[in-house]
């Protein structure tokens, strides 16, 4: 079902990173995508596990794609935002099906954007696309060298202008990401990606 989904381009799906603040980034990064975005995009933002996340309708108020947390055993959806709920990983699988697992902690980190990239690139190889915002610490900086070597494209806010500089520095200094852009400029970027090939 995915491929013929995702025929008509070389991209098949979008994973975000982010931490410190990253509510604010990701509202400014999906806000820019539009409503009728050809993929689905997973994200990975830190939370508290003690509470309850409104994250989904913070953010949906801020973008026109449908946003949610994510359930386990939930297929994808093109136009989709599928968020990780507070201390679950989410992962992909090759069939375009989430799973979430409450697993170990990676670099002290539940959900860790490092297992979800290295899932996404398991999964889509070259159909990925990763990118990591705002945020303290190194985080998905693991995670973009796998989607790299599976031929994905990797996206950084650019460290100089990220609120908190830890994790996009993180996945610069790793050397595979494809474009360091300001955080304004990252879904544009993203949309000339997954459309290209599309008209």
Do not use: W
């Amino acid at each position: 079902m995915r491929s013929e989904q995702h025929a008509s381009g070389p991209y098949a799906i979008v994973a975000v990173a982010s931490s410190a603040g990253g509510i604010q980034g990701l509202g400014e990064l999906l806000g820019g995508l539009g409503p009728d975005l050809p993929v689905p995009v997973l994200v990975v933002q830190h939370l508290d596990p003690r509470h309850r996340t409104l994250l989904a309708e913070v953010l949906a108020r801020r973008t026109e794609l449908y946003v949610k947390l994510a359930e386990d055993q939930e297929p994808v959806n093109p136009g989709t935002v599928y968020l990780a709920p507070p201390d679950r990983h989410l992962l992909v699988g090759p069939d375009g099906v989430l799973t979430l697992s409450n697993s170990e902690l990676v670099h002290f980190v539940r959900p860790s954007a490092d297992l979800l990239f290295e899932s996404v690139a398991g999964a889509y190889g070259p159909g990925a696309i990763a990118c990591v915002i705002t945020g303290t610490g190194v985080d998905g900086s693991m995670g973009v060298e796998a989607v790299k070597s599976r031929g994905g494209t990797v996206i950084a806010e650019d460290p100089r202008t990220a609120q908190f500089t830890g994790m996009p520095k993180a996945a610069v200094d790793t050397g595979a990401v494809d474009f360091v852009l300001r955080i304004e400029e990252i879904a544009a970027a993203i949309r000339g990606l997954v459309e290209d090939k599309r008209q």
